[in-house]
């Protein structure tokens, strides 16, 4: 299982504690309420879809999420305007991170986050300093098990050649999932394309993968890892990327 997939794993399950303080479900409206500016109808927006299907998959309230929907479409004045802002840094060791945020207020999101990239031995960079190191993809994931770990019943072989027929540009497969990479272009469409053939996905976003990932010994690694989770505990960020390379045995050790 590749580091992003493994990362998400343990990320999902420790979601509980997220969504007992609220803030699991305020970032899934923000996301929302974004993705809603292009259009309020998920059928004809398909980045409004994938935000719901996530909201969904958090057992939020249908309320919440049509909430979410008006208030991005602009039926509902009653919520602050939330816009997407990117911010470059380094992590310790030269480690490249990408930090995307749902905010309201930049002064606010740009403070805390210099507090704790500062307070790490990391910084933030220029626009530009690090982007380029990373290529924005589609990614999809299907499960070969279930959380019990009893297997799904997911034919990796059938869903490799469904994929690439598709137009995918890689499929990962490992013992637990199957990942699917696609160019932005082509998310859609391949993403679209697998559902119709049966292939549910436990997972599906744009996301920003390294071009080149860096290995570091596991004292080292384990303190990125620790700004990364300090960097997601602040209410502003939705996503962080990093080019850290993820082994099973670090993830194990983390989880």
């Known amino acids: 299982m590749s580091g992003h997939s493994k990362w998400s794993t343990i990320k999902r399950k420790k979601g509980a504690a997220d969504a007992a303080r609220g803030k699991l479900f305020t970032r899934l409206a923000r996301e929302i309420q974004v993705a809603a500016r292009s259009g309020a109808d998920p059928s004809t927006n398909f980045t409004l879809r994938l935000a719901v299907d996530k909201a969904r998959a958090e057992n939020m309230p249908k309320e919440n999420i049509e909430r979410a929907i008006r208030r991005g479409a602009g039926l509902e004045k009653d919520g602050a305007e939330i816009e997407t802002v990117v911010y470059e840094g380094y992590g310790p060791h030269g480690i490249a991170m990408l930090v995307e945020c749902l905010t309201d207020n930049r002064n606010r999101t740009i403070s805390e986050l210099r507090r704790v990239f500062t307070k790490a031995n990391g910084a ?132």
Do not use: C
């Open 124 to 255: 933030l960079g220029e626009p530009g300093s690090v982007a380029w190191q990373f290529t924005e993809k589609g990614y999809i994931v299907f499960n070969r098990v279930d959380d019990d770990g009893a297997p799904t019943g997911l034919d990796p072989d059938a869903l490799f050649m469904a994929a690439i027929e598709s137009g995918a540009e890689d499929v990962e497969i490992s013992d637990d999932v199957v990942e699917v990479y696609t160019e932005r272009t082509a998310f859609a469409q391949v993403s679209q394309a697998l559902d119709e053939q049966g292939f549910k996905a436990a997972q599906a976003e744009l996301l920003m993968r390294p071009n080149n990932t860096i290995e570091l010994a596991a004292e080292e690694a384990a303190s990125v890892l620790a700004l990364v989770e300090a960097i997601e505990e602040l209410d502003d960020v939705n996503k962080v990327y990093h080019n850290l390379e993820m082994t099973e045995a670090m993830m194990a050790q983390f989880a």
